[in-house]
């Protein structure tokens, strides 16, 4: 895809393709990591990374327990 470079007070900019911020969820304010590689530049939207109390804060209250849930073996890296 070519784009074309405007000037934006002392740097220069590019657009970004509507299909790129649709695809990754961007928006006004979001950050973006550039990687300078020679003559290459590349953009990479970072991961969000989760933190278990955040996302039991966001759980509701008085969930039904599950019978025998907590005598299930472990089928993954639950341990780990």
């Known amino acids: 895809m070519l784009q074309t470079l405007r000037r934006a007070g002392g740097s220069l900019v590019m657009t970004i393709p ?3 911020i649709e695809q990754n969820h961007l928006q006004e304010g979001a950050q973006v990591e550039l990687q ?3 003559a290459r530049l590349t953009v990479e939207v970072p991961r969000r990374r989760y933190k278990l109390d955040d996302l039991l804060a966001e759980m509701p209250r008085n969930l039904p327990r599950v019978k025998g849930w ?3 073996s472990a089928v993954g890296r ?3």
């Open 18 to 20: 509507k299909a790129f």
């Open 36 to 38: 300078l590689e020679g």
């Open 70 to 72: 907590d005598e299930m």
């Open 78 to 80: 639950e341990i780990a």
